[in-house]
């Protein structure tokens, strides 16, 4: 249809045009990754303590070097008050006291045992488990040193292989989801306020008397947007490999092919918030927060969707990210194959045709 | 009630002197040796299509730009030497630009009082004065972007009024108000004359500009003709000033771009 | 056949009645105004024959057709110039006559000798690179026009198409309407100004969303009641006060002079006495022709 492709040339000289708008939107993204790929880091490290070492041998010197060797934890800049030790964490000067009396080197020794004291800091939970779990591994290994080689102490132990990511790093879960996130915002930012600066402008009077249908309006607005969008996405993605060595395991085929119809379900709610709203800055507002929101909390992102209650549960299904959260992640982390990514893929193009007849539907053809 | 001073002028008195007025930009020459005498107590038209350099002249008159050469008095002040003054003895209305839609007529009318340093007492003397004579009584309470253009205008000629100014410039004033308001409101135009007031008006509709007693039209920067409608339309043989100006000006040639 | 044929066409804002009950015939190749001032319902019932707005009574037909229910094959016959510049200003003049064209079905050589014809008579043809935004006001009416135009629609409508533009300019914008007239297009045009009134073929006055007269120019004007008379002297408010004394005369300040103005059937003669009594020089009283404006102004205080 020749009209589409005139209202698509038309958008592609006001995007081209826009250079200031242009560069920031293939920017931005880039940016954001960036901020929010070094800011949301979940692994805990350099958790400050303090060591009280009233033992002072040899022993307590090498248990406190362990401590401190490991990127776990970090020394305190003070000492607690002997009066107030507590004083030390109320002030969040140190998370938590490890305390060593006289007598550890001699029980060692001796093969007896002895108890340390540790006073943590529980009212961040996560850390205060960290530092549980990280100086238990810690004392653990320390006795396991001192055992005569061979001896193995009897139990059970778990032989765990942890495939995909074996370092747990955090990067690793977040980037990809960043990335569908960020796109998703762009994208629906970029196409909010086509029609809604038309309406706002005026030109839209003019348009509306030629002969041309809403639908064409509406795909040809859609098009240029999409090698934008797209154009974007790969930015991003090699700008998160890169910087933050996310790893890609999968095809760069199938993502690309994915990634074009995420990006094209993406700009679709643009183009139905473009059509519903009147002034473009209603439409920038909307498409922020119907996006960023929804697509953090509900996605995957950061919470599994399967703890969540059912109303949310059912919201997560029409957030686009949710689909592409596990197409994105699949492809790059665990090399999965078309078979299992055709179905959020067919969500998505699911998702765009109701978004883009809804928006057709909410095209007004009268001014006012 | 006098509208605008506190005793009568002198009549005979120039308001408005200039002579071989000229403004240049760079190489381009906006205003081309103007002369004009415009007495108090008249109502002089200012004619001409948009380029020909009416905006540029009347900046000049009001103190708002300086001429490049040729001699003037504003009002009795000098026009390279003491604009600021001139300033503050004019009163410019323009259709467009005037009120803020978002204040009420009575908020518009106390922030030109004040932007005219006027006292708060005195801009409340001069308000109620305005709203009488102007009949402004029931609007000065609704925000001036939901009246009706007519009223917008009185508002705005009663804004430019505040600090009872000699001179009155008054830029299409009556641009797209029914032919009832814009009759009251030349009438309005004609008491003020009577009190001694020079005003000058622009416009593009002719009809109007048949109200003026004097009328100039400007093209290409220069003044090509002046006088009484009803004089140059008698001796040209026209119709009305309409035809008058549109002879005019195709027998010299196309205006600039 | 009318053309453009409205029927009773009402319309309300809330409270405000922007339309009532207005009915408006159209022939081929006619020009015909629609003049009344700001608020008068112009924009609106324009806006309505371009189906960017629904009437709440009424019906619209152009060339047989109805408006509210076959306007996609209205379309390609339509010609609209909104009272806003309503093309793109990041497009040139050439990109913006292409867009449209295009839209319309015109492309390649048709194209561009439309184009090319448009040019010539609108002088844009050294600008075809300018993007529109840099265009002065003038240019972008011609703009706006030949967008209308690109086309060859059959009906032309333009809301207030002369607004803010000096006579000069006016005139030939008028000429290029009576150039369209003469290739069978029908106009329809709104304006504020009375002067433009007297190129048209038919015009009719609107004020307050009502239909207040119509007819042909001279017509319309010639029928006002009773005479007018132009006094050429200086008008005093002592000499306008003596002459409104004089009964069944009325006098007002106009310009340098005054008008005189006297009820249907009399004659100025019958006054010849009293003039003489107050001074008034007879040899500088003329009668002129009741213009629009006074004629517009009559029917107003008729409501």
């Not at chain 1, 006795?143 to 790093?169: A, H, I, K, W």
């Not at chain 1, 690793?172 to 196409?191: D, E, W």
């Not at chain 2, 540029?56 to 040729?70: K, Q, V, Y």
């Not at chain 3, 079905?105 to 184009?115: N, P, S």
Request: net charge negative; glycine share 8%.
């Amino acid at each position: 249809m020749h009209k589409i492709r005139y209202i698509a040339l038309k958008e592609l000289f006001h995007i081209l045009r826009d250079f200031r708008s242009l560069l920031i939107v293939l920017a931005m993204p880039v940016m954001m990754t960036f901020l929010y790929g070094y800011a949301i880091n979940m692994d805990i490290e350099n958790i400050v303590i303090s060591v009280v070492d009233l033992d002072k041998t040899a022993a307590s010197r090498e248990l406190t070097d362990r401590f401190f060797k490991s990127n776990y934890f970090s020394m305190a800049e003070e000492a607690p008050d002997f009066d107030d030790p507590e004083q030390l964490l109320r002030s969040d000067n140190a998370t938590a006291i490890l305390l060593i009396r006289p007598g550890f080197s001699e029980a060692l020794q001796r093969g007896e045992k002895f108890q340390l004291g540790m006073t943590v800091d529980g009212s961040d939970a996560s850390l205060a488990s960290a530092v549980q779990a990280y100086s238990d591994a810690i004392l653990l290994q320390f006795l396991m040193d001192r055992l005569p080689v061979g001896f193995e102490p009897p139990g059970l132990t778990v032989s765990r292989q942890v495939l995909y990511n074996p370092d747990l790093q955090s990067s690793h879960f977040f980037v990809p989801g960043l990335v569908a996130i960020i796109l998703l915002m762009v994208s629906a930012l970029l196409t909010s306020i086509t029609i809604a600066r038309e309406k706002e402008t005026g030109t839209m009077e003019q348009l509306l008397t030629a002969p041309v249908k809403p639908y064409q309006i509406l795909l040809g607005k859609l098009l240029p947007y999409i090698f934008i969008a797209f154009i974007d996405g790969v930015l991003v993605l090699i700008f998160a490999q890169t910087v933050f060595d996310v790893p890609f395991q999968g095809s760069y085929l199938l993502l690309l092919l994915f990634g074009f119809i995420y990006v094209a379900t993406a700009l679709s709610i643009g183009i139905l918030i473009s059509s519903l709203v009147r002034t473009q800055q209603v439409a920038m507002m909307i498409a922020l927060v119907s996006t960023l929101l929804p697509s953090v909390m509900l996605s995957g992102f950061i919470f599994a969707i399967k703890n969540m209650p059912f109303l949310l549960q059912a919201v997560s299904r029409i957030v686009p990210a949710t689909y592409f959260l596990k197409i994105i992640r699949g492809v790059m982390l665990k090399a999965t194959g078309v078979e299992t990514l055709i179905v959020p893929a067919a969500s998505l193009v699911g998702l765009m045709v109701i978004l883009l007849l809804l928006a057709t539907r909410s095209f007004k053809t009268r001014i006012g | 009630m006098d509208m605008t001073h506190d005793g009568p002028l002198d009549s005979k008195r120039c308001a408005v002197e200039v002579d071989q007025l000229t403004r240049k930009f760079g190489d381009f020459t906006a205003v081309d040796a103007i002369s004009l005498r415009v007495e108090y107590g008249e109502i002089f038209g200012f004619l001409g299509a948009n380029g020909a350099g009416k905006t540029t002249a009347i900046r000049m008159l009001c103190g708002l730009l300086l001429p490049t050469s040729g001699t003037g008095r504003v009002a009795g002040f000098d026009v390279h030497r003491q604009p600021e003054m001139i300033k503050k003895s004019i009163g410019y209305m323009s259709q467009k630009f005037s009120l803020y839609p978002d204040l009420t007529g009575r908020e518009n009318l106390e922030f030109y009082g004040a932007a005219y340093g006027l006292s708060r007492d005195r801009t409340r003397t001069r308000v109620e004065a305005l709203s009488e004579r102007l009949n402004l009584a029931c609007f000065l309470n609704e925000l001036s972007g939901d009246l009706p253009v007519g009223w917008r205008q009185r508002l705005a000629l009663a804004a430019s009024l505040l600090h009872q100014p000699k001179i009155l410039f008054l830029d299409e004033p009556t641009g797209g108000v029914d032919p009832v308001f814009r009759r009251k409101f030349w009438g309005l135009l004609y008491e003020l004359a009577d009190e001694g007031v020079c005003i000058f008006v622009t416009t593009h509709y002719m009809d109007e500009a048949e109200y003026c007693g004097r009328v100039s039209i400007m093209h290409r920067g220069q003044i090509i003709e002046q006088g009484r409608p009803f004089e140059l339309i008698k001796s040209g043989g026209f119709e009305n000033l309409e035809e008058m100006f549109v002879d005019l000006i195709r027998s010299r040639g196309a205006a600039r771009a | 056949m009318a053309f453009l044929k409205i029927d009773s066409l009402s319309k309300s804002y809330g409270e405000t009645r922007a339309l009532v009950d207005f009915s408006l015939e159209v022939e081929p190749a006619e020009v015909y105004a629609l003049v009344g001032p700001d608020g008068a319902g112009k924009t609106t019932m324009i806006r309505i024959l371009c189906r960017l707005l629904d009437p709440d009574e009424g019906k619209v037909t152009i060339d047989g057709r109805d408006v509210d229910s076959a306007f996609e094959k209205i379309k390609p016959l339509l010609g609209y110039m909104p009272q806003q510049f309503s093309l793109y200003p990041d497009l040139s003049v050439e990109e913006n006559l292409t867009f449209y064209a295009g839209l319309y079905g015109l492309t390649g050589q048709a194209y561009r000798e439309k184009r090319d014809y448009l040019y010539t008579f609108s002088n844009l043809a050294p600008f075809a690179k300018r993007r529109a935004a840099a265009l002065s006001g003038g240019m972008k009416q011609k703009l706006a026009l030949s967008c209308a135009l690109i086309h060859d629609p059959k009906i032309l409508i333009l809301d207030e198409p002369t607004t803010g533009v000096d006579p000069l300019s006016r005139r030939q914008f008028w000429e290029i309407l009576l150039q369209l007239k003469a290739q069978g297009v029908s106009v329809l045009v709104s304006t504020p100004y009375m002067d433009e009134v007297a190129r048209c073929d038919r015009a009719c006055f609107i004020f307050d969303g009502h239909k207040l007269s119509e007819g042909e120019p001279d017509s319309l004007a010639a029928q006002f009641e009773g005479s007018i008379y132009y006094y050429d002297t200086q008008p005093t408010a002592k000499i306008i006060g003596d002459l409104n004394g004089i009964p069944d005369l009325s006098a007002s300040r106009f310009g340098a002079g005054m008008h005189l103005y006297l009820k249907p059937g009399d004659k100025l003669d019958r006054y010849l006495e009293a003039l003489g009594s107050i001074g008034a020089d007879i040899d500088r009283i003329s009668p002129i022709k009741p213009s629009l404006e006074d004629r517009f102004i009559q029917l107003m205080e008729a409501r």
